[in-house]
Nanobody, 123 residues
């Protein structure tokens, strides 16, 4: 079955950087679009970055030009480089697959989610 293990979160000051990693197993990683999602307290989970199997990327407007998603198919791992962090980026970050529509990775609905990794940005 699918297993997703996120890591790399932490507490940073505004303007700082973090790099998240997500190791996937139980899926044929190389053919799946992948996404990074986040959920802040009291808010719905949202997709912030997606990457297709071919390496095309898309981002939520709120993180564009600050976050970069990448993947290493040899390691079954997807990454999220987060720069210029803001307090509003504070959330639990999860990875999962995504659904590709018209070339863009969109939010998918899945029963399984990993534990996520907490990112806290202080002002």
């Amino acid at each position: 079955q699918v297993q997703l293990v996120e890591s790399g979160g932490g507490s940073v000051q505004a303007g700082g950087s973090l790099r998240l990693s997500c190791a996937a197993s139980g899926i044929i990683f190389s053919i799946n679009a992948m996404g990074w999602y986040r959920q802040a307290p009291g808010k719905q989970r949202e997709l912030v970055a997606g990457i297709t199997a071919g390496g095309s990327t898309n981002y939520a407007d709120s993180v564009k030009a600050r976050f970069t998603i990448s993947r290493d198919n040899a390691k079954n791992t997807v990454y999220l480089q987060m720069n210029s962090l803001k307090p509003e980026d504070t959330a639990v970050y999860y990875c999962n697959r995504g659904v590709v529509r018209a070339g863009w990775v969109r939010r998918g609905e899945y029963d399984y989610w990993g534990r996520g990794t907490q990112v806290t940005v202080s002002s």
